[in-house]
């Protein structure tokens, strides 16, 4: 087969003192003339070679092979189970309901089923999918996206089951949906509505970061898949000495702490609904810690004053709780900053051995740590055999 020779230009760039040739620059062009011939004819030639007798034959094949039965995961809410099933036949996949009778394995039966939203119905080229569905705790409605065309972009709309209506309301400007319900409502990514904002990050969804149902005496765990971690180990997601350092790490920072194994949530610090503070704090940071801290306090810290504890003067950027228990562990986006949620004082010579951030010298970026531990061998109160 000869294929059409490609425009080609004799251009090398001198970059640094390094030759760089660049003989397919015209390509970078779509409008370019010498382009534009080139693709008519490739175009051709793709053409001749589809065009043969060869090609019904092909497409039955692929037919046949596409002609498979799917079924997604299914959700099962009480007695009811929601999947999407292609049987092979149609162009897209149908969500189904099916009751079941009860217990943990309950398989989907033939004939026990029903429709609850058919897309192939939907378009008449058949290219509307649903691309998501989350049934809500109960499955008395379940939220599903659509995408048409093949397109990542996804429109959300809620289905009530018992009365098989669809709601009128609709989301747009979602892709790559993730959904969770909370109360009477749900929580889900989209991104801003074209034009409104220039776009920087073209994967930049808004998100909801929380573990939607914790409540106080409960266990993080069973709401939060933490990430896994050897101690002893630097990895992706954490210093050798368990410390995480990359941002959504917070869960697996908290269940180390004192706090959490007395029963302090997220929620004693952060309110879910929102605040003016920063991080949605419950209250300023300034006054947080000291709704259950103070040197009267049997949580600590146990010291005659604040600056007794601190050693550094009221008012200083030193003085405060989280410069010391909530150390800046990774700068993620510009001045987003994420700080340590084990509350532990991570000691200088937790930085040398494990280049896990210590306080001090993060803050006082022109001392080492060899002065920081100097200095904290003349601090009375702390623990000196933890800080080494
Ligand atoms: C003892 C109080 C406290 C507890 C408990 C706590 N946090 Fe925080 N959290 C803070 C403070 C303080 C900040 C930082 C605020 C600042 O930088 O001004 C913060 C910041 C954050 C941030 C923002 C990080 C960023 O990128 O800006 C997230 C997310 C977060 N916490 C999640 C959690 C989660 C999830 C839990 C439970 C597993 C939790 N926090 C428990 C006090 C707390
Ligand atoms: C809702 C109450 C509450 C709030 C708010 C709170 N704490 Fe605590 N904290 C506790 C309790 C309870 C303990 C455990 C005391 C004990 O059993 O010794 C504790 C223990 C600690 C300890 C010592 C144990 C350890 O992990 O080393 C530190 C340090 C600490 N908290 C820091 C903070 C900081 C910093 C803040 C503010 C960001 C804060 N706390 C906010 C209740 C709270
Ligand atoms: C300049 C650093 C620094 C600041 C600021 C600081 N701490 Fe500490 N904190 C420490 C060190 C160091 C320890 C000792 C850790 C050890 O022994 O492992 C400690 C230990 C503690 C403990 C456990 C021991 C005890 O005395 O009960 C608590 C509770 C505590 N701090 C609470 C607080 C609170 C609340 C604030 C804000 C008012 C605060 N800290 C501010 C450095 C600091
Ligand atoms: C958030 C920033 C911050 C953190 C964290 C911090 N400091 Fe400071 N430190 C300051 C500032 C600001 C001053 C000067 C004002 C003052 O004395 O409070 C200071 C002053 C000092 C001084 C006296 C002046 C000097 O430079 O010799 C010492 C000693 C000191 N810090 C040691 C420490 C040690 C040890 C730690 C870790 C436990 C620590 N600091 C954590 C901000 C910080």
Redesign the pocket.
């Known amino acids: 087969m000869k294929y059409p020779d490609a425009p080609h230009v004799d251009v090398i760039d001198i970059l640094h003192g390094v030759a760089v040739p660049d003989p397919f620059r015209r390509l970078e062009s779509a409008d370019d003339a010498a382009t534009a011939a080139w693709v008519a004819e490739q175009n051709a030639l793709t053409r001749r070679l589809l065009d043969s007798p060869l090609r019904d034959g092909l497409a039955a094949r692929l037919r046949e092979l596409h002609r498979v039965p799917r079924m997604s995961v299914p959700a099962v809410r009480g007695d009811r189970i929601f999947f999407t099933e292609n049987d092979g036949s149609r162009a897209q996949a149908v969500l189904y309901l099916e009751r079941c009778s009860g217990g943990p394995a309950c398989p989907p039966r033939e004939g026990a089923r029903s429709v609850l939203i058919d897309p192939n119905s939907l378009s008449g080229d058949g290219t509307t999918a649903i691309t998501v569905f989350e049934p809500d705790g109960t499955g008395d409605r379940v939220v599903y996206g659509l995408s048409r065309h093949g397109s990542d972009v996804q429109q959300l709309l809620m289905h009530d089951v018992a009365s098989g209506a669809t709601f009128a309301d609709r989301l747009d400007w979602v892709k790559f949906a993730s959904i969770a319900w909370h109360g009477d409502g749900f929580f889900y990514t989209r991104y801003p509505q074209p034009g409104t904002v220039p776009l920087q990050d073209p994967i930049e969804g808004q998100h909801y970061d929380w573990p939607v149902g914790f409540r106080q005496g409960l266990d993080l765990k069973d709401f939060w898949q933490l990430e896994e971690h050897t101690l002893g180990e630097t990895t992706f997601t954490h210093f050798a000495d368990g410390t995480g350092h990359k941002n959504r790490m917070q869960g697996n920072d908290f269940v180390q ?3 959490y194994t ?1 029963g ?1 949530t997220c929620f ?2 952060h309110d879910v609904h929102g605040t003016g503070n920063n991080a949605e704090l419950i209250k300023p940071v300034k006054q ?2 000291l ?3 103070g040197p009267n306090s ?3 810290p146990h010291a005659a004053s604040i600056e007794a504890h601190t050693h550094h003067q009221r008012g200083s950027a030193g003085s405060e ?2 410069a010391c ?2 150390p800046r562990i990774e700068q993620t986006i510009a001045d987003v900053n994420v700080r340590s949620h084990t ?3 991570i000691t200088p010579g937790m930085t040398d051995q494990f280049k896990t951030p210590n306080p001090c010298t993060e803050c006082h970026t022109d001392r080492t740590t060899e002065w920081a531990r100097e200095t904290l061998k003349g601090w009375s109160g702390p623990s000196p055999w933890r800080m080494n």
């Open positions: 702490s004192v706090m007395r302090v004693s610090c947080l810690c709704t259950c801290h049997p949580n600590g709780c989280v228990h909530m509350f532990k004082f």
